[in-house]
């Protein structure tokens, strides 16, 4: 009869705990193919800009462009008062004209020896001499039309028709988009691991967003003493010119791929610094394991060290439970 008692209290006993075990949510690590990737913030800027200035004092006589328009390379942007120039350029012609009859009367009478040789050479001379002339008077002249050095999109302009320029002025600025710049500054740390050719991606907040690719084309070899950085450009291509320069943008830089462990973000304790896994051992008791976390990305994160591949870690449950806890598996 006594035994009885014993196999009816120990039933009862054992159907009472294990209703009180904690049930927890359990997942082994998994092997996955982890990327390092920079994040920083970087600034847009035009592929190629030049202000559009006078080498010479003079007044705007025709404006030929739009502004905000795009404009190819050689198309006339600006015209500036040439009467003075164009009047001299036709003298000169003129006499150059007048020159050539003479020279060729003095060929003339120097096949039949009526003229010294000294005379024709004076005569073609004054022929060179006015050939120069004009050679020099059409550079004034093409020096007061302003042509577009590269195909871009002019600014807003800062003189109108009629208005004096000096030298140095800026009439408009020039600005190549159809592709653009992406200049970020890089922590020293990663000196050694940027390349060439290496691939950035770059986020827009734009209305919508958009991914963009490009690569990195410049780096400078020295690093600022007061940042601890080095700056990078790099280069995309503005696809409709939806990307304006000065816009700033998150750029991301993919380095390099390695197989690693990953658990879910959320099985990690964090204490004094230090992170923790709470691991299912032996008759479903809990150990509390140090482990070293890497990279983390879409709620799972690397680790580096101090997991096994069979590990049994907990990423739910986890508030309810401590070191030597019994529990339930989910």
Do not use: C, W
Not at 58 to 67: S, V
Not at 163 to 192: C, H, M, W
Request: glycine residues 6%.
């Amino acid at each position: 009869m006594l035994n009885i008692f014993k196999i009816i209290f120990f039933f009862i006993y054992s159907h009472s705990f294990s209703q009180e075990l904690i049930k927890v949510g359990v997942q082994k690590p998994i092997f996955e193919e982890v990327e390092d990737t920079i994040e920083l913030p970087a600034s847009l800027v035009a592929n190629e800009s030049v202000p559009i200035t006078s080498v010479v004092s003079e007044k705007i006589k025709k404006i030929h462009f739009k502004e905000g328009s795009f404009v190819e390379k050689g198309n006339l942007l600006i015209e500036l008062k040439d009467d003075e120039e164009q009047a001299k350029l036709s003298q000169v012609v003129a006499e150059l004209e007048e020159a050539e009859l003479n020279y060729d009367r003095a060929l003339k009478l120097s096949e039949k020896g009526n003229i010294s040789q000294s005379v024709l050479d004076n005569r073609m001379m004054t022929k060179k001499k006015l050939k120069g002339k004009i050679a020099e008077i059409k550079a004034q002249i093409n020096d007061l039309k302003i042509t577009a050095p590269f195909n871009g999109y002019t600014s807003i302009r800062n003189y109108s028709e009629g208005s004096l320029i000096s030298p140095g002025d800026v009439i408009t600025e020039l600005y190549d988009i159809q592709s653009l710049k992406v200049q970020a500054f890089v922590p020293e740390i990663f000196s050694n691991r940027i390349n060439i050719d290496n691939v950035i991606n770059l986020e827009l907040n734009l209305e919508l967003e958009r991914k963009i690719t490009g690569k990195i084309t410049a780096i400078d070899p020295i690093i600022d003493k007061q940042s601890r950085t080095f700056r990078i450009i790099g280069k995309i291509k503005n696809e409709q010119n939806i990307i304006k320069p000065g816009m700033m943008v998150n750029l991301k830089i993919p380095l390099t791929k390695r197989k690693s462990i990953v658990i879910r973000e959320n099985a990690l304790v964090s204490q004094d610094d230090l992170s923790f896994v709470y691991v299912v051992g032996v008759k479903n008791k809990i150990y509390k394991k140090k482990i070293i976390s890497g990279l983390r990305k879409n709620g799972m994160v690397e680790i580096l060290d101090g997991l096994n591949k069979d590990d049994l870690v907990v990423y739910e449950g986890i508030n309810k439970i401590k070191a030597g806890s019994i529990v339930k598996l989910k």
